[in-house]
């Protein structure tokens, strides 16, 4: 009994000192922030969706608060003029990633580029730069979108002939942008044939497994008491992974004898020339850029496509704006021509800016002590985690009117747009209150869904070129509804580091 109220009292004052420890102040000029509890600090404020818990905080604290992400002390951010400070300005000071134990091996113990501390970042970075940059790479990149593009535009078309409704966007889209990405890193790709089976599905397959685990995250990351658990927790992630790392071994086996170093076939072999063929650096920024690029495509191309379902008036308005710019009978719509289309480029940007694909972006992490703010009046000691808030500063009242509402219109910065009578249009009522330009500026200078300075996206020209060529294509030749008539689409977000929405079924009819 002695024993039992002997750790009893060990836990409360473990609680105690805890608590105490979190809550009080380091410095004076602090970041405001909530009270944090002990062992899982604010996280219970987080919820299954945490970029809109630190946007109701935001709402509360503004644009920038503190709080303990379990025991790690965090900043959040949600002000464009201090994250742009601390990205571009103060680039150094904040170039870090924050290290969670349940990364160390996938990421080859932080030496990937989206993981790697500013000394390896530096290295790595310009290395890939340099070969996404390469002729023969930009030109691999623009024919795999194109081919693929055509391809799933014919299977949805020959599908479309057996019956009025097929699938759920969960399986074609998602193989669409990773067989993008697998094309123009190692030559490989799937077909939406379910019989498949060889390295490519295996490969999706393991990477999907790592994704979903990743994005549930670890709570033996955050809280330090819970730290040996991860022994048990990781284990099966771990031996996903390592299943991984075979098949990305067997790839490059496969190129490096077939290596033509006057003639690289894909980006793999771009790599193996430019870094000698540095094996584990090169299998692990294949799975950086794969991790990074493929759900985030997916999620911004199932959102255009649920928004455009649910409003089948702005789908009509968008389908006769292609007519009008490229008649009815082009083969093709090419990148350069969808940058031609404003209502589509607001759709596009609308979509974005209410369901951005990376909310919180990548976390940082601060190298030294430093202060922010206008007047450098906030502390942020060195070690501290940072989030910037990119949910929150398209999604709240304090920035965007009707931030809840999806509504094109508001990015059409053009006076002669013609205005189709059956769109609502929000946006007068605000352009009598405030100066027309001065709004426009202030939605552009928001709105950086790829972060900004030196460590912003590095995948952000292939994912607008194949963001836009596919949905471009698609809907000028296809219209897309609900096959349930009457039903409207849940709009709302599964949160996986990446936010997308649940699985939902289209119906496909042509327009030609
Ligand atoms: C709509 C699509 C995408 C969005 C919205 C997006 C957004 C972002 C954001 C916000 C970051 C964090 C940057 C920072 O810390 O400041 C990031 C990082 C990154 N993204 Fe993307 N991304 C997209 C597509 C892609 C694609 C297609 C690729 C690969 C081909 C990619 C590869 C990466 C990588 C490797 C990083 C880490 C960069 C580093 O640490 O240096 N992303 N992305």
Redesign the pocket.
Known sequence: MNFIYFIFYIIIIYFFIDFVKKNIKKKKNEPPGPLSLPLIGNLHQLTLLPHRGLTRLADKYKGIYRIYFGDMYTVVVTDFDIIKQM?VNDFIKFAD?PKPRSCKSWSNNFQN????DLET?SKV?LI?VSSLTKTKIISKSATTIDEQTKSLLYYINEKCNETSSFGSNKKIIKTFSLNI?MEILFSKKLTNNENQNDDATEFVKSVNSVFEYLGKGNLSDFISILRPLYYFSGKGFEREFKYLMDILENIYNEHLVNLDTHNPNDLFDQLIIETNGDKEFIKNVSL??IL???D??T??IEYFILFMINNPVMQERLYKELLDTFGNNIKFISYNDTLKLQYFNACLKET?RIK???PL??F?YSRQDSYVGKNNEYFIPKNTMIF?N?FGLYNSERFIKDCSLFLPDRWMNNKNEEKNENDQDFNDDLMEKENKDKYYQKLDKLFN?????K??????Q??KV??SIFLCNLFYNFKISNPNENGIIDEKELFFITIRPKPFSMKFTKRK
């Open positions: 990205w990633r580029l989206g993981l790697s970042w970075h890939i990405l950086d850029l990074a690029g493929s985030t495509i999620c911004t974005i951005p694909p990376a972006g990548l940082r910037q990119i869904p790829f972060s900004i300075g460590r912003r996206c590095p995948g952000e292939i994912a194949e963001i």
